[in-house]
């Protein structure tokens, strides 16, 4: 089985809900992924924490089969995020964000780790994305996201990076911000254009469209009566695909669509709860109930 | 074949959107249905339209097949509606709303129609809606279409129609304000609640999701370089999946899952040019070639 690489990053969020609130909980973009990728092939995790990091976080995460060794401990506090969802839980403000160890953050791929074949390059500065993509010897399966700030304030490094992807996960409006187009059909049609392989454009509650030179694949999402707390669904998503993707090891049409509800199905579960909490309880069994749920959902 | 009727409005509409504007183009809630209904069965509309309203208007719906028996003439001016979409084309404004000869019709069934298998109630007042099914001898299936004006103004008689309709079709905005929740699983549960036997949750751009107690069934929309015109997507929906259920008289779980694809399909084509324009030139065959379309976008 294929090995997976994210390079992200692991922090502690306090996030309002029109629900409920939950404070310094377990998160970051590799945090998710790696939980969620972890459920089908092994994972290694390339992040920075301070040396505030709980030896229970850390032994949780080691305790779910995740390989940290590239988690480098920093003098310092780790990440801390907090963010407030609106009544429309497609909208939240950024409430505090206190960067500490990972402002200086410069990841390192170890020897052992530099011949991962899948590669996630989760929502951190292009520039230190490129740099670490560069550190691998010839994944065979890139995939990136990103936030509307890099686009904004680093557009130039990061269409830089975009020939050098697979796969771009992105959500509607960072695709509108990157293509300045509306329409999600050509804002993905000019995405491709500017040299990424395909382009997954997620739509939350909608569901998500992936699009590629040759084919598109439209999913709805899971429906839920209760999304509880969005954080982490999109990473979550990444990690489901990807951990898909290296598990089957068919990167074909076919194997694309179904690492795809896959990665729907990690995201259906990461918002029933805060942060990760969901999937901390989460076994492989109740992933394929919901995927034979998801075909039986949306077959005709 | 089983043959449908239905009861809605025959108007002009003057149209304004971000790529264009159109004026006085044949409209109205029971034309788009009918067009669309009729590329699969038999149709008998029951519409007033004012002694303005064109020869050439007249000929094309009869020329499309259409049972324009019911469609009752009176003196006086066709109803006419004047909207303006937002670049977000799920919003909209109306500009200018002429009732004229609409705002007395009182909906009567010929005899000869009356044995309809396939109703279809669109958009107008409950009241009249709940007296034209009454004149229905035994109707198969009753599907009933509505907008936020009737919910907010005449939610008593709208609610006490409920128990007598198959299949309530609405938009996100107006189940959220139908059920008072947000969520739309949540929405959709508490509107089977009030005695419908399902209910089509319609969702613009993003696809459709139908529930019923047994089981729920979501679908993508099909994926649009350029959305012209949204006017008559929902009535083109509800004609292009009655008219495929009355087509195949296959009403299991099955056969309304492709009739709602096929109801995709038929409102992926309207939105393609002004009001009904798109369906003048619209053939069969074009409907079948992107039916597989959509299959080869959603399978997995």
Not at 64 to 71: E, V, W
Not at 86 to 107: Q, S
Not at 126 to 155: M, N, S
Request: proline share 5%; with cysteine; glycine share 8%.
């Amino acid at each position: 089985m294929s090995e997976i690489a994210v390079v992200g990053s692991v922090a502690f969020d306090t996030i309002e809900t029109p629900t409920g609130r939950a404070t310094d909980v377990l998160g970051g973009s590799a945090t998710h992924f790696a939980v969620a990728a972890r459920y089908f092939a092994p994972v290694h995790l390339i992040a920075v924490v301070g040396d505030d990091f709980p030896g229970a976080e850390r032994d949780y995460l080691a305790g779910r089969g995740i390989d940290l060794a590239g988690l480098e401990v920093r003098p310092g506090k780790t990440f801390r995020w907090a963010g407030r969802y609106h009544e429309d839980l497609n909208v939240r403000d950024t409430v505090a964000l206190e960067l500490n160890v990972f402002a200086d953050f410069r990841p390192r791929v170890a020897p052992a780790v530099r011949s991962a074949a899948y590669v996630f390059l989760a929502n951190i500065d292009p520039r230190l994305q490129a740099d670490v993509l560069a550190q691998f010897e010839k994944p065979a399966l890139v995939a990136c996201d990103t936030i509307g700030h890099w686009i904004e304030t680093a557009r130039q490094p990061f269409e830089a990076l975009l020939p050098r992807i697979d796969l771009l996960v992105v959500n509607d409006e960072e695709a509108r911000l990157l293509s300045g187009e509306r329409n999600v059909v050509r804002a993905a049609r000019k995405i491709l254009g500017l040299g990424t392989r395909a382009v997954l454009v997620k739509r939350g509650e909608y569901g998500a469209i992936l699009f590629s030179p040759q084919s598109v694949f439209a999913v709805p999402a899971y429906p839920l009566e209760q999304v509880f707390d969005p954080t982490g669904a999109g990473d979550a998503f990444a990690g489901g695909l990807m951990g898909a993707l290296a598990a089957s090891g068919d990167r074909s049409e076919a194997g694309f669509r179904r690492a795809i509800v896959y990665g729907t199905v990690l995201a259906s579960f990461i918002v029933e709860d805060f942060g990760g909490r969901r999937l901390s309880t989460l076994t492989r069994d109740d992933i394929e109930r919901r995927y034979r749920e998801f075909v039986a959902l949306t077959e005709f």
